[in-house]
Nanobody
Framework: QVKVVESGGGSVQAGGSLRLSCSFS????????MGWFRQAPGKEREGVSG????????YYSDSVKGRFTISRDNAKNTLYLQMNNLKPEDTALYYC??????????????????????WGQGTLVTVSS
């Protein structure tokens, strides 16, 4: 069982920054990328950002493009999300996930469809106005 642990969430005012981190105990042969998705109360899951494991190609949702930056350390199976200029609408539980090309748990991210193969318990980000 893959263990995924997120950290770095917190409460900030609008315009502030946070950096999320995530570690994976292992990745599957079928995993193509690592990424972040979020879910706010009463809303559907939303893909936020992803990065491929091989060439580092990045994916961003339109809502965070230009404000969030994803990065990875493949050797450490670690993923980061630098979030700048945070807005109240960014408030959500943020999950880190391993992503494959096919599978049952579908996530649309930056115009590309992935499948979630493993994800953590989430870290809460709260942005006040």
């Amino acid at each position: 069982q893959v263990k995924v642990v997120e950290s770095g969430g917190g409460s900030v005012q609008a315009g502030g920054s946070l950096r999320l981190s995530c570690s994976f105990s292992e990745l599957s042969y079928y995993d193509y990328a690592m990424g972040w998705f979020r879910q706010a109360p009463g809303k559907e899951r939303e893909g936020v950002s992803g990065i491929s494991l091989d060439d580092g190609h990045t994916y961003y949702s339109d809502s965070v493009k230009g404000r969030f930056t994803i990065s990875r350390d493949n050797a450490k199976n670690t993923l980061y999300l630098q979030m700048n200029n945070l807005k109240p609408e960014d408030t959500a539980l943020y999950y880190c996930a391993a992503l494959a090309h096919t599978g049952e748990n579908i996530l649309e991210l930056g115009g590309t469809v992935f499948a979630l193969t493993a994800w953590g318990q989430g870290t809460l980000v709260t942005v006040s106005s």
